[in-house]
């Protein structure tokens, strides 16, 4: 099945950008999502990308796709506290669901 | 519009006991999922409903049953909880069930099976 992977935590300062990595195993993926959980919550959904692109911007946040690879990411630029929480990258079409990382801790720090 | 509102929010169960999770969505969403989540593990797909009356197995369906007869309400039965069943459930809902569409998910259920 589906393999996906994220790093477990990040620590960045206040003001800085925040990359947040996720590889996955299958290619065959059509769109990737990335998902926030802050502390108590269910998951909101960022943003996401379709397979034929290699990049999406939207504000603060830039995803970037490198297929060959298989290899997603996702920037948020002038990082604030607010943006404190778990990052998880999900896959899919899969079996009517998505596929999802253990999720990534972005501890921004003032 | 409350979006996908969950009941309890919180509960704690012993070993052996039976419980229901409700789910409700206001959006006439036709699809309706119930993930689990578990510490450094993503969400895994338990069971999912493609419309009223309907439900499938997914990932992780051992030890948990659902009904869906209404299409804005989807239930998680657990028949005899087990202390591997303790997570953080979750329910989302979408209008179908193809990649493109959003899935909008609920705050969450916090279980702990003694």
């Known amino acids: 099945g589906e393999d996906v992977e994220q790093s477990l935590f990040l620590s960045v300062r206040e003001g800085d950008s925040s990359v947040i990595n996720c590889t996955y195993t299958?290619?065959?993926?059509?769109?990737l999502y990335w998902y926030k959980q802050e502390p108590g919550a269910g998951l909101q959904l960022l943003t996401y990308?379709?397979?034929?692109?290699d990049m999406k911007q939207d504000q603060r946040l830039t995803v970037l796709l490198n297929k060959k690879d298989k290899h997603l990411s996702l920037r948020i630029a002038d990082t604030q506290t607010g943006d404190s929480a778990i990052y998880f990258c999900?896959?899919?079409?899969?079996?009517?669901?998505?596929?999802f990382g253990s999720g990534t801790r972005l501890q921004v720090q003032p | 519009n409350a979006g996908v509102t969950q009941t309890p929010k919180f509960r704690v169960l012993k070993t052996g006991q039976s419980m229901t999770l409700l789910c409700a969505q206001d959006m006439n969403h036709e699809y309706m999922y119930w993930y689990r989540q578990d510490p450094g593990m993503g969400l895994r797909l338990i069971h999912y409903s493609v419309g009223e009356g309907t439900t499938a197995k997914g990932e992780v369906p051992d030890g948990y049953n659902v009904s869906r007869l209404k299409k804005q309400n989807f239930l998680l039965g657990l028949e005899s909880a087990a202390p591997s069943q303790t997570s953080v459930y979750f329910c989302?809902?979408?209008?179908?069930?193809?990649?493109?569409?959003?899935?909008?998910f609920g705050p969450g259920t916090r279980l702990l099976v003694l």
């Open positions: 989302a809902s979408s209008w179908t069930g193809t990649f493109q569409e959003t899935q909008y």
């Open positions: 999900a896959l899919g079409p899969g079996r009517r669901a998505l596929t």
């Open positions: 299958d290619s065959s993926s059509t769109y």
């Open positions: 990308i379709f397979s034929n692109m």
